[in-house]
């Protein structure tokens, strides 16, 4: 499954209303760090599907989630379950630390 992209007026559908576990990366189209991270996420999405959604929320087209949130700087990758952000890293990571982290946080492929 791709990376869904997610917009202020879809994240509490989207996310906070998910059955699923929501991975969220907050990036922007001039960070090249998010860029960086870009393929791995939507890896994940593709080998993960079903146990985790991983949504894209652009911090120009949509910046008041990510305020509300109190994201500082980007990429920041929040992990929410059930409605509740339960785990957060700032800054790209590779695959396989993002995969770690997922697991860390009981998320697995099925």
Do not use: H
């Amino acid at each position: 499954m791709p990376t869904v992209k997610v917009t202020d007026d879809s994240f509490e559908t989207d996310v906070l209303k998910s059955s699923t576990p929501v991975l969220v990366d907050f990036w922007a189209e001039w960070c090249g760090p998010c860029k960086q991270i870009g393929p791995a996420l939507e890896q994940i999405a593709d080998e993960m599907a079903g146990a985790v959604t991983v949504a894209k929320v652009n911090i120009d087209d949509s910046p008041m989630t990510p305020s509300k949130l109190g994201v500082k700087g980007i990429p920041t990758l929040m992990l929410f379950r059930d409605g509740e952000m339960t785990s957060m890293k700032v800054g790209p990571m590779p695959k396989g630390k993002l995969v770690e982290w997922l697991a860390e946080a009981g998320v697995t492929a099925n």
